[in-house]
């Protein structure tokens, strides 16, 4: 009799990863990256949101146009994963785009954007961005920018503590031109008063893609128990991150496993419910554990949390359920046609 594979099936999408840049190897042969096309094969991860990441630095007209031209440069790197020839994955923009790989066994690439750096002062960025396909953004990354206070202030680029207070009127304006595109609210790096603001205004559920959990993991990248409740009040989730040290104090990779994580994921599930919760790695951007250091190794995770007592259905709601739930939210929110 064939073992019981609890991740069979199921639709499994990773909310956070990074690509190598500039350049890197190639994403359609199994590489020295996390992740790339075959491993997710391996894996069986039906889609990934890739973030075209922006590291803060100054907020000036250079500065934003470099962080302007890198995030649009690297949007073409991960649109290019899905050739017009079928060879790679699918570039997917809505809910039922991703389903619609899935069912064809194609593998969805996601666009996404971290850190707001890389509109700078244009709110037209954004609907620039939204027309790439790009269905989160990133408030802030570590270092306040024009939208936001970021969870760790950069002394480096001069900031002070608390800059804006939370969000900026130019980062209030962001949301709402956001939810009318259809773009998520990501929460993941931003200060406390950002993200409860946020979760104030927003007209659709926030999310953190790539955060754990404060309680466990003393970090300031980590939600304490009111910003999880939060979330579980407007709808939204936590997408539990593999990062070492944000999954325990100080800790490498090495010394930890798919039980730390999911220990993370047990705690958010017990505060505030499966429908809140979900995975999102940073692979690629320094997320990995011992037994769980590429998207080849991911259902050594779902049987961690099989063994833990989740059924099907919980599992299914963790690894993309819930992030496909907040997709649709938004598209509705925005009148979005699902036909991507």
Not at 299 to 321: H, M, N, S
Request: negative net charge; aromatic residues 4%.
């Amino acid at each position: 009799m064939k073992d019981f594979d609890p991740h069979e099936g199921i639709l499994a999408i990773d909310t956070h990863v990074d690509i190598p840049w500039p350049g890197g190897p190639s994403p359609f042969e199994d590489g020295p990256r996390c992740v790339d096309l075959p491993k997710l094969k391996a894996g069986r991860v039906a889609a990934v949101c890739f973030a075209a990441y922006v590291p803060q630095d100054k907020r000036d007209a250079a500065g934003h146009l470099a962080a302007g031209t890198r995030a649009r440069e690297m949007l073409d790197a991960i649109a290019a994963m899905a050739p017009a020839d079928g060879s790679g994955g699918a570039l997917a923009s809505s809910a039922a785009g991703i389903e619609a790989a899935f069912a064809a066994g194609k593998t969805a690439i996601v666009p996404a954007i971290e850190n707001g750096y890389a509109m700078g002062k244009d709110l037209a960025a954004l609907d620039e961005f939204a027309g790439r396909g790009v269905r989160y953004i990133t408030l802030t990354h570590n270092g306040h920018n024009e939208l936001a206070d970021a969870a760790i202030p950069r002394r480096d680029l001069d900031d002070v503590e608390a800059e804006h207070g939370g969000l900026s009127e130019l980062g209030r304006a962001a949301v709402a031109r956001m939810n009318e595109l259809g773009i998520l609210v990501d929460i993941s790096h931003a200060a406390k008063s950002t993200m409860l603001q946020a979760a104030e205004l927003s007209r659709t559920p926030i999310l953190a893609t790539h955060s754990c959990i404060r309680a466990l993991c003393n970090h300031p990248r980590n939600l304490d128990d009111e910003q999880l409740e939060v979330l579980k009040a407007v709808g939204g989730l936590v997408q539990v991150t593999i990062v070492s040290n944000f999954l325990r104090p100080k800790a490498r990779a090495s010394d930890l496993s798919v039980a730390d994580i999911a220990d993370h994921i047990d705690y958010a599930v017990r505060k505030i419910g499966v429908e809140h919760v979900g995975i999102g790695t940073d692979f690629d951007g320094g997320g990995g554990v011992r037994g769980f250091m590429n998207a080849s190794q991911t259902p050594v995770l779902t049987a961690e949390l099989a063994k833990r007592g989740y059924d099907r259905q919980a599992l299914k709601k963790i690894w993309g359920g819930n992030f496909l739930r907040l997709l649709r939210q938004a598209e509705v929110a925005a009148a979005i046609p699902a036909l991507q």
